[in-house]
C-alpha cells in the first residue's frame, strides 16, 4: 500500500516536472530575439539622427557664410528654414525611439514578472510535493529508495528520483537565467533610453536655439525692407519663382486629370489647421503687403510654429519638396480635377506618392520661403487654376 502511494506521488511529480518545464522553455526563447529587435531598432534610429545631423552641418555653414550680409538675407533665411526643419524632424526622431524603448522596458517587465511567478509556482509544486509524500507515508526519496521490494522497483525507483530532482533543478537554473538575461535586456534598454532622453533635451535646446535664428532672420529681412532698392529685388525674386512654379502646377494637375480622369474622393472638405490656435490672417484676393498692392490667390492662416496641419481631404501626395518662395510645401490630388497646397511648413509629414485620409497630419506650420511669420498658405485648386479656396471649405472663424 505504501509503495502504491509512492507509485501515485511519483508520477504526480513527473507530470507537474514536464509541465513547468514546457512554461520554462516558451519563456527561456523570448529574451534573446527581444533584445535583437532593440538593437536593431535603436541603430536604425542613430542612424537617422546621424545622416540629419551631416546635414545640418551644411546648412550651420551656409548660415555662417551669409551671416552679415545683407545682400544675402533670403539666402541666409533659407539656410536657417532648412536647418529648423531638420532640427524638428532630428526630435521626432528621437521622441519616436524613446517612445519605442519606453514600450520595450514595460515588455521586458512583465516578462520578468511572469518569470517570478513560474519560479514561485514551481519552489510551491515542489515543496507540496515533498509534503504530500511525508502526509502519506512518511515516505522521502531516501525512504522510496531503499523501501524498493526488489532490485527491479529499485532502478526504477532510481530513475524517477533521479529524473525529478534534475529536471526541478533544471527548471529553477532556466527560469534564473531567464530572469538574469531580461533584467540585463532591461538595464540595456534602460541606459539607452536615459541617453536617450539626454539626447532629446539637447534636441530641444537646438531647437530652441535655431528658432531664435529664425527670429533673427525676420529682423534681417525687416532691416532689408528698409533698403528699398535691396527689398523690391528680392520681392520681386520671389514673386517669379512663385509664378514659374504656379505654371508648373497648373499644367501639370490639368494635364494629370485628363490622363487619370481620377473620380473626386467624396465628402467635404475640412479645414487644414484647429480653431482654436489659428485665425486668418489673409483672405483670397486683393492685398496691401508692405505697402505695395498684390493679388493674393491663397488662404493664409496665422499660427504658433509646430501647429499640426491636416489634410483637407483623402487623396494622393503628388508633391512635397522645398521651393525658394513656397518653402516646404505639399501638394495633394482630391480627384475631379481638384488639389490642395500647403506651404511654408517647417518640416513636411507626408512624401510624394502616398495616400492620406481627411485629416492625417501632413506637416506643421511654419515660416519657410518668402514668408514674414508663421502661418499657412493654403491653396485651393481646381484643374490647375487656384479658386478661393473659403468656397470649398467653410471657415471656421
Same mark, same amino acid.
Given at each position: &500500500?505504501?509503495?502504491?502511494?509512492?507509485?501515485?506521488?511519483?508520477?504526480?511529480?513527473?507530470?507537474?516536472?514536464?509541465?513547468?518545464?514546457?512554461?520554462?522553455?516558451?519563456?527561456?526563447?523570448?529574451?534573446?530575439?527581444?533584445?535583437?529587435?532593440?538593437?536593431?531598432?535603436?541603430?536604425?534610429?542613430?542612424?537617422? *539622427?546621424?545622416?540629419?545631423? #551631416?546635414?545640418?552641418?551644411?546648412?550651420?555653414?551656409?548660415?555662417? +557664410?551669409?551671416?552679415?550680409?545683407?545682400?544675402?538675407? /533670403?539666402?541666409?533665411?533659407?539656410?536657417?528654414?532648412?536647418?529648423?526643419?531638420?532640427?524638428?524632424?532630428? *526630435?521626432?526622431?528621437?521622441?519616436?525611439?524613446?517612445?519605442?524603448?519606453?514600450?520595450?522596458?514595460?515588455?521586458?517587465?512583465?516578462?520578468?514578472?511572469?518569470?517570478?511567478?513560474?519560479?514561485?509556482?514551481?519552489?510551491?509544486?515542489?515543496?507540496?510535493? &515533498? !509534503?504530500?509524500?511525508?502526509?502519506?507515508? #512518511?515516505?522521502?526519496?531516501?525512504?522510496?529508495?531503499?523501501?524498493?521490494?526488489?532490485?527491479?522497483?529499485?532502478?526504477?525507483? /532510481?530513475?524517477?528520483?533521479?529524473?525529478?530532482?534534475?529536471?526541478?533543478?533544471?527548471?529553477?537554473? +532556466?527560469?534564473?537565467?531567464?530572469?538574469?538575461?531580461?533584467?540585463?535586456?532591461?538595464?540595456?534598454?534602460?541606459?539607452?533610453?536615459?541617453?536617450? +532622453?539626454?539626447?532629446?533635451?539637447?534636441?530641444?535646446?537646438?531647437?530652441?536655439?535655431? #528658432?531664435?535664428?529664425?527670429?533673427?532672420?525676420?529682423?534681417?529681412?525687416?532691416?532689408?525692407?528698409?533698403?528699398?532698392?535691396?527689398?523690391?529685388?528680392?520681392?520681386?525674386?520671389?514673386?517669379?519663382?512663385?509664378?514659374?512654379?504656379?505654371?508648373?502646377?497648373?499644367?501639370?494637375?490639368?494635364?494629370?486629370?485628363?490622363?487619370?480622369?481620377?473620380?473626386?474622393?467624396?465628402?467635404?472638405?475640412?479645414?487644414?489647421?484647429?480653431?482654436?490656435?489659428?485665425?486668418?490672417?489673409?483672405?483670397?484676393?486683393?492685398?496691401?503687403?508692405?505697402?505695395?498692392?498684390?493679388?493674393?490667390?491663397?488662404?493664409?492662416?496665422?499660427?504658433?510654429?509646430?501647429?499640426?496641419?491636416?489634410?483637407?481631404?483623402?487623396?494622393?501626395?503628388?508633391?512635397?519638396?522645398?521651393?525658394?518662395?513656397?518653402?516646404?510645401?505639399?501638394?495633394?490630388?482630391?480627384?475631379?480635377?481638384?488639389?490642395?497646397?500647403?506651404?511654408? &511648413?517647417?518640416?513636411?509629414?507626408?512624401?510624394?506618392?502616398?495616400?492620406?485620409?481627411?485629416?492625417?497630419?501632413?506637416?506643421?506650420?511654419?515660416?519657410?520661403?518668402?514668408?514674414?511669420?508663421?502661418?499657412?498658405?493654403?491653396? &485651393?485648386?481646381?484643374?490647375?487654376?487656384? !479658386?478661393?479656396?473659403?468656397?470649398?471649405?467653410?471657415?471656421?472663424?
Amino acid at each position: &500500500m505504501k509503495n502504491k502511494k509512492i507509485s501515485t506521488g511519483l508520477k504526480t511529480m513527473c507530470m507537474s516536472a514536464a509541465a513547468v518545464g514546457i512554461s520554462a522553455v516558451v519563456l527561456w526563447a523570448l529574451p534573446s530575439s527581444a533584445a535583437t529587435v532593440t538593437d536593431n531598432t535603436v541603430q536604425s534610429y542613430e542612424a537617422k *539622427i546621424a545622416d540629419l545631423e #551631416n546635414q545640418q552641418k551644411a546648412a550651420e555653414a551656409k548660415i555662417q +557664410e551669409t551671416k552679415n550680409k545683407t545682400g544675402q538675407a /533670403m539666402e541666409r533665411k533659407r539656410a536657417i528654414d532648412e536647418s529648423i526643419g531638420l532640427t524638428a524632424r532630428k *526630435i521626432s526622431t528621437a521622441e519616436s525611439m524613446v517612445s519605442e524603448l519606453k514600450a520595450q522596458v514595460e515588455e521586458k517587465e512583465e516578462l520578468i514578472a511572469e518569470t517570478e511567478e513560474s519560479m514561485k509556482e514551481q519552489r510551491e509544486a515542489f515543496l507540496s510535493r &515533498m !509534503v504530500d509524500l511525508q502526509l502519506g507515508g #512518511n515516505a522521502t526519496y531516501l525512504d522510496l529508495i531503499f523501501g524498493s521490494e526488489d532490485l527491479s522497483s529499485f532502478l526504477t525507483h /532510481m530513475d524517477y528520483v533521479s529524473s525529478i530532482l534534475t529536471r526541478d533543478k533544471t527548471i529553477i537554473a +532556466e527560469l534564473n537565467e531567464s530572469k538574469r538575461v531580461i533584467n540585463e535586456a532591461k538595464s540595456e534598454i534602460e541606459a539607452s533610453l536615459v541617453r536617450q +532622453e539626454e539626447v532629446l533635451t539637447q534636441l530641444e535646446s537646438d531647437k530652441n536655439y535655431y #528658432n531664435s535664428l529664425a527670429v533673427e532672420s525676420e529682423k534681417t529681412l525687416d532691416d532689408l525692407k528698409k533698403d528699398q532698392a535691396l527689398y523690391e529685388a528680392e520681392y520681386q525674386n520671389a514673386a517669379a519663382a512663385e509664378a514659374a512654379l504656379n505654371e508648373e502646377l497648373s499644367s501639370y494637375l490639368a494635364e494629370l486629370q485628363k490622363k487619370t480622369n481620377k473620380a473626386y474622393v467624396g465628402g467635404d472638405f475640412m479645414w487644414p489647421l484647429d480653431a482654436g490656435s489659428s485665425r486668418i490672417s489673409s483672405h483670397y484676393g486683393g492685398r496691401t503687403l508692405n505697402g505695395s498692392y498684390e493679388w493674393h490667390p491663397a488662404t493664409d492662416i496665422s499660427a504658433p510654429a509646430g501647429t499640426p496641419i491636416y489634410a483637407a481631404n483623402s487623396g494622393e501626395v503628388l508633391r512635397s519638396e522645398f521651393h525658394s518662395s513656397y518653402g516646404n510645401y505639399v501638394l495633394i490630388d482630391h480627384g475631379d480635377g481638384k488639389a490642395t497646397l500647403y506651404a511654408h &511648413m517647417t518640416t513636411r509629414a507626408a512624401s510624394a506618392g502616398q495616400t492620406v485620409n481627411r485629416g492625417d497630419v501632413i506637416g506643421f506650420v511654419g515660416t519657410t520661403g518668402y514668408s514674414f511669420g508663421n502661418h499657412l498658405h493654403f491653396e &485651393m485648386r481646381v484643374n490647375g487654376e487656384r !479658386v478661393d479656396a473659403e468656397q470649398y471649405v467653410q471657415s471656421p472663424y
